[in-house]
């Protein structure tokens, strides 16, 4: 257990070599150490995991790199050296749970698969994501995740109805892998605290978009393809009233299912539509919704703005909410109340905004164990702890490059920021 993790964090103790690099695997690394796990972050020498060098805010720090690394330890090693493998095949003998998330086939190459993870370690737990997966006839194909969300019918169902298919903005393949595995983790944790044994896990991307789908993919499915949802741009095919709604400073989104529309019709002070034969029933209400969205768009711009009209839809219960950038998303005081935003210290960043863990527990105060590490920190410390390596030896794998570890970290060390 590190020095920072929390006794009463649900994962305390377990040990986790994370391979993973960009976003679907440090997705669910990231999860497993806010659970309070210790990920080692087993980074390729010399340059470390790609996503270091998207996305820089300060000195050279990646924005995406701080939030999914947080927490974890950073050991950049030469995998290709026979050294470098030697010291992850030693790790895994005293770890419970190995990640990674590169094309499949490459672990295998380095001789790092699950066969030969088990052979040192019969409890391993080894997780593996993909695109496709590590079967099929697609199972060798690149991905990113644009690439599942065309897949997965994700994008299909994106965008204008007579438009092109859209991406959606904030990626969300690549961490609902990540969040999928994680699950999928914990669950053989708990399968191993009550037999004994390890596993292989193979997600995913396109899998785990697939099962996001409980709206859609059942209808069609369900009816055998009689129903083939489409992308219905900014109102629902199914329910009226659903969707985007422009008011006097922005637009808001609302949605009143049929039990709801007695009191959206009394929220609107327009009671009269209850006996309009046009808005009657969802069908009829469906057949109209562009009348029907003049009606909504003409009373939210009877208000000075968008706040109060969604505080008289909120009095009647009906679902609504403004439609917020990031910055208003962060600020919100509903996400503020939560406290999905806190702050953390870094030696070079200094105080860091960063997204908290969702998950609030009554047992288990919510705790991100630290920063995201520069690149080959913690070689020493994970290597004098559990392989009992001297500094001799730590020096002469630094000095044939095997180990690698990035200027900086040496002169904060003798700073003492680190």
């Keep these: 257990m590190s020095d920072e993790q929390p006794r009463d964090s649900l994962l305390a103790g377990i ?20 659970l309070g796990a210790e990920v080692v972050k087993i980074e390729s020498a010399p340059n470390g995991d790609v996503a270091r060098s998207m996305f ?11 939030y999914t690394c947080a927490g974890k330890k950073s050991l950049c090693v030469d995998l290709k050296k026979p050294e470098g493998l030697q010291i992850a095949k030693d790790l895994v ?8 998330n590169f094309a499949p086939g490459v672990m295998k190459k380095l001789g790092l698969e699950y066969a030969a993870l088990k052979a040192i370690n019969p409890k391993i737990i080894m997780a593996s994501i993909s695109g496709f997966g590590q079967t099929g006839p697609w199972a060798d194909r690149t991905s990113f995740d644009i690439i599942g969300q065309a897949m997965s019918g994700v994008m299909h169902m994106t965008g204008e109805p007579d438009g092109p298919p859209q991406y959606v903005g904030n990626g969300i393949g690549d961490p609902n892998a990540g969040v999928h595995t994680a699950l999928a983790i914990c669950a053989s944790l708990f399968y191993r605290d009550r037999t004994g044994k390890g596993q292989y896990i193979d997600i995913a991307q396109v899998d785990s978009l697939l099962y996001l789908d409980l709206c859609n993919l059942p209808y069609y499915a369900l009816s055998h393809g009689a129903f083939n949802p489409k992308r219905f741009g900014a109102y629902h095919y199914a329910v009226a009233p659903l969707g985007v709604f422009k008011g006097n400073d922005g637009y808001v989104v609302l949605q009143a299912i049929e039990h709801q529309w007695p009191q ?14 046009k808005f009657a029933t969802n069908a009829k209400r469906l057949e109209n919704k562009v009348e029907l969205a003049k009606i909504i768009e003409d009373w939210l711009q009877s208000f000075p703005n968008n706040e109060a009209a969604l ?4 009095e009647q219960r009906v679902p609504c909410a403004p439609i917020l ?19 953390i210290e870094h030696p070079v960043y200094g105080t860091m905004p960063i997204v908290n863990t969702p998950f609030a527990m009554s047992e288990a105060p919510r705790h991100i164990q630290g920063p995201a590490p520069f690149l080959g920190q913690h070689n020493a410390e994970v290597l004098k702890r559990y392989l009992n390596y001297d500094e001799g030896h730590i020096t002469q794998l630094t000095q044939s490059a095997v180990l690698f570890e990035e200027e900086r970290v040496k002169e904060l060390r003798q700073r003492g920021v680190i």
């Excluded at 820089?56 to 701080?66: C, G, I, P, Q, R």
């Excluded at 003998?93 to 990674?100: G, N, P």
């Excluded at 959206?264 to 034969?277: P, Q, S």
């Design 311 to 314: 505080n008289a839809l909120a």
């Design 15 to 34: 040990k986790v070599l994370d391979f993973t690099h960009v976003l679907a695997g440090p997705t669910c690394t990231r999860i497993l150490a806010d």
């Design 325 to 343: 950038d990031l910055g208003g998303a962060l600020s919100h005081p509903q996400t503020l109340a939560r406290g999905m935003v806190t702050q």
């Design 93 to 100: 003998a005293t770890f419970d749970v190995v990640v990674e």
């Design 264 to 277: 959206f019709a009394k929220a609107i002070g327009r009671e009269d539509l209850l006996t309009n034969a």
């Design 56 to 66: 820089h805010v300060k000195e050279n720090l990646s924005a995406m790199f701080l």
